[in-house]
């Protein structure tokens, strides 16, 4: 069956067209002008438009590199059914200065699901539900982790969801996490609209991690492959599901080490890592509270007590 023309904020795409169009144009207080591009692939046939989009918080690189091979490769610009809607950089201004927040101070993943004349956040929030969403199936949040937390390459979606588990499945990336939303996320609001967006979460901010690169690469592979809207073979990914996850904090300050990998599967009472003053003493040991994988670990060499350490995902009993 052929698909329909799709419009994007008055801009055509025809079936059998790839384009890039412009989700909309906003302007700085310096008269400056902001575009964000969005790259289309509208194959002829009939098949799910999926939305991969990076780059919400502007200094998470790792989603921008994922979709920038996807839309590289071949197969993908040749689609043989249904339509990709990739945008590589959602918020262009704060990653040109390598920012996780606007300008303005403000987290766009908290500004949905926004309005015509708010702030920027707002702007491109509301453009985003007003134009994407509508013309897209599902969809692929591409983040990080913040400042030095490094994430285990890991969707994150609603257990409790058949949809968001069945999308997580085909992607199968090796950690998938039971996570609720949270008020003013892309996540929560497109939800609202009948339109599951997953969160893949991967390496930290404003560093390539390789793995989460091609776990991330895999995973739209796969799930484009279990839609055949591409012909590409790639071994099934066997994925764990974790319903519970909990953060193990620092009892004190001091130079923190690891004992353990990320990703890594522990036994309670494992060692995984230790806190040392600068003067040759060991002052605290880290065990494991319990069975699980370690799903997200702090890369500080100095931390301070209560700060987070080690995020651990818990086995299902
Ligand atoms: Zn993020």
């Known amino acids: 069956m052929a698909q329909k023309t799709i419009t994007i904020n008055g801009q055509k795409i025809e079936p059998g067209q790839s384009k890039t169009v412009i989700l909309n144009s906003y302007e700085l207080h310096t008269k400056t002008k902001i575009e964000i591009p969005v790259h289309v692939i509208h194959s002829k046939e009939k098949g799910p438009s999926v939305l991969l989009c ?54 766009l993943n908290r500004c949905f699901p926004g309005t015509k004349s708010g702030s920027l956040g707002s702007r491109i929030a509301y453009d985003l539900m007003k134009h994407i969403v509508p013309i897209i199936d599902f969809g692929f949040d591409f983040h990080t982790g913040g400042a030095k937390i490094n994430n285990y390459p890991q969707l994150r979606c609603v257990f409790d969801f058949p949809d968001n588990v069945a999308l997580a499945e085909r992607f199968s990336t090796s950690l998938i996490i039971d996570s609720t939303y949270r008020d003013g996320t892309f996540r929560k609001e497109a939800s609202k609209k009948g339109k599951p967006i997953l969160v893949y979460e991967g390496g930290e901010s404003m560093r390539f991690d390789y793995l989460a690169i091609n776990e991330g690469v895999n ?31 620092a009892n004190c300050s001091g130079l923190f080490h690891m004992n353990a990998n990320n990703g890594a599967h522990v036994r309670k009472g494992d060692l995984l890592g230790v806190i040392c003053n600068p003067f040759g003493e060991a002052e605290d040991k880290i065990v494991s509270p319990t069975n699980g994988y370690i799903v997200g670990i702090n890369n500080q060499p100095v931390v301070n007590q209560g700060d987070a350490l080690i995020h651990l995902g818990i086995d299902e009993e």
């Open 54 to 107: 990076a780059g919400m918080h502007g200094e998470e690189t790792n989603g921008i590199e994922i979709i920038r091979k996807i839309i590289s490769r071949d197969e993908v610009e040749n689609l043989k059914c249904g339509t990709l809607v990739a945008i590589p950089v959602i918020n262009v201004v704060s990653f040109l200065y390598g920012s996780r927040d606007l300008p303005d101070g403000r987290d």
């Open 219 to 249: 995973g739209c592979l796969r799930l484009m492959r279990s839609y055949d809207m591409i012909d590409f073979d790639l071994p099934h990914n066997p994925s764990v599901k974790i319903k519970k996850d909990t953060w193990i904090r």
